[in-house]
């Protein structure tokens, strides 16, 4: 959990929690007995085998030993130790209505732990429940050694400043949030960004990311057929996601129903991207990649796979030995950049070009020449600030700006350095870049960010 550990901690008081009976749902067993039944700890739980099914729920009736009010943030410490599989933890509003919290994650693989939910409004504190979140077909098994309940003092003294990202229920993210999630601050930034960027100014209350879910994009943005597959998407939390199994569904899903003729992808890697937008749709793709693949500052390659013993490769493949002698393929590099749409015959439909992005001429391409564009190439914040730079003057109105990796959940986005490189370029550009588009959006749950360019 991102807030408890970095901007909370609880206050000196412990309230009482006071919940008497807790209730089961879904089929949900208390080991040995089931039902109502008083809360005592420890407390066995057995969860339904449906991921995100409620199993448990404890309601809350708090109060202070100094019986003042019970109002403001809460920090909830929840002793458990997880036998199976994985549970989801968060304070609930009443009648389970919606989440009060941020939810917290707790694996069978973590041991005996004390997991943090941290809610911002007591008030809405009705209930905690206790889910099932992961996929497999076996139920998931925890035991409950205690709950303790204390006020959470803001330690940064900020206010309204809440993991709006990591709520269902949120229908935006406030941009302030998302800046400070990434250090940045909410003041003016008096030197100016990278290359390109234009200072950047503070955030108000009304500077806010809206959030489409999955299975209204195709409502939302007008297309003749809804997104079936929404629901696979709920397979994988957002710190697991991947691109070719998660975020391939929405993207084919854009490129069917946009069917772009021209396609600009930034960012060419193996070619799994060309392919998906080749076999979604009829476009004609133009793709960019760094022909020697991206390396570190210490010249370490980014995208390389170690090589098994006794594999015979061609000898014009891209490999190098690490400081053990073990050898790695660059899969970024020479022959290995597009070669899955060139295996899949589709290379009379792509145009690869080969160059450091942030050195591609444009010159010679029509304004609005482009009616997709994918920024999927160098995450850091002044690659993606060039590549959006680029791609504007030629999409033309009305074409969607897809950028890959953008994802504002706090915890997803701690564990992304490609993250967060995305969301500080967002950030940082968000008042030169918004009024270009009529529309613009983060895809829930995904790692995409989608702009519709202004007619
Ligand atoms: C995340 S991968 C692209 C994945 C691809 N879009 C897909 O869907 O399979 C990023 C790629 O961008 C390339 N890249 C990084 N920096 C670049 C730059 N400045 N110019 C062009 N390509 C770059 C890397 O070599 C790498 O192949």
Redesign the pocket.
């Known amino acids: 959990m991102y807030y408890p550990k970095k901007r909370w901690k609880a206050g000196r008081d412990i309230l009482g929690i006071a919940g008497t009976t807790f209730q089961l749902h879904n089929g949900a067993q208390v080991v040995p007995t089931s039902g109502f039944e008083d809360v005592g700890f420890p407390l066995r739980v057995e969860t339904p085998p449906q991921i995100w099914a409620y199993a448990l729920e404890i309601p809350l009736t708090l109060t202070d030993p100094t019986d003042a009010p019970v109002t403001g943030p809460l920090l909830f410490e929840i002793d458990i130790t997880v036998e199976q599989g994985s549970v989801g933890l968060a304070a609930a509003t009443p009648g389970l209505g919606a989440f009060a919290s941020a939810e917290t994650f707790v694996t069978a693989d973590a041991g005996p732990t004390k997991a943090l939910v941290f809610a911002k409004e007591a008030q809405s504190c009705a209930a905690l429940i206790l889910r099932k979140v992961d996929n497999g077909k076996m139920p998931s098994v925890a035991t409950l050694w205690g709950i303790r309940c204390a006020k959470a003092k803001d330690a940064w003294a900020e206010p309204a400043l809440g993991p709006s990202a990591a709520d269902p229920g949120a229908t935006d993210v406030p941009l302030s949030e998302l800046a400070a999630i990434l250090g940045l601050g909410d003041t003016e930034q008096t030197e100016p960004a990278e290359a390109g960027a234009m200072i950047w100014r503070a955030f108000d209350a009304s500077d806010r990311l809206p959030i489409i879910e999955a299975d209204r994009l195709g409502a939302h943005l007008g297309f003749a057929e809804p997104f079936a597959l929404a629901e696979r998407l709920l397979e994988h939390p957002l710190t697991q996601w991947r ?1 070719e199994r998660d975020d391939a569904l929405i993207l084919s899903y854009l490129y069917a129903q946009h069917a772009p003729r021209r396609h600009l ?6 070619g ?2 060309a392919v998906l937008c080749a076999q979604s749709c009829g476009a004609e793709i133009w793709t ?3 022909p020697d ?2 390396s570190t500052a210490d010249g370490s390659a980014v ?1 390389a796979q170690p090589v098994a013993a006794g594999t015979e490769l061609p000898p014009s493949t891209p490999t190098f030995a690490n400081s053990s002698g073990a050898l790695y393929v660059q899969t ?1 590099r020479g022959e290995r950049i597009g070669w899955r749409y060139r295996a899949a015959g589709l290379e009379n439909r792509v145009h690869q070009l080969l160059c ?3 050195e591609w001429d444009t010159s010679g391409y029509p304004p609005e020449f482009f009616d997709s564009v ?1 920024i ?3 995450h850091q914040v002044n ?1 993606v600030v060039n590549d959006t730079d680029k791609s504007l003057p030629l999409l033309r109105p009305g074409g969607l700006c897809i950028w890959h990796d953008f994802c504002p959940n706090p915890e997803a986005l701690e564990s992304s350095p490609a993250g967060l490189g995305v969301a500080e370029a967002i950030i940082k550009n968000w008042a030169r870049w918004r009024p270009e588009f009529s529309d613009i959006f983060w895809i829930r749950p995904s790692w995409i960010l989608l702009g519709v360019k202004r007619r």
């Open positions: 691109m992808e930034f960012g060419t890697w193996e799994f991207g960019i990649n760094l693949g991206e995208y970024d450091d992005s942030t994918l999927d190439g160098g690659v």
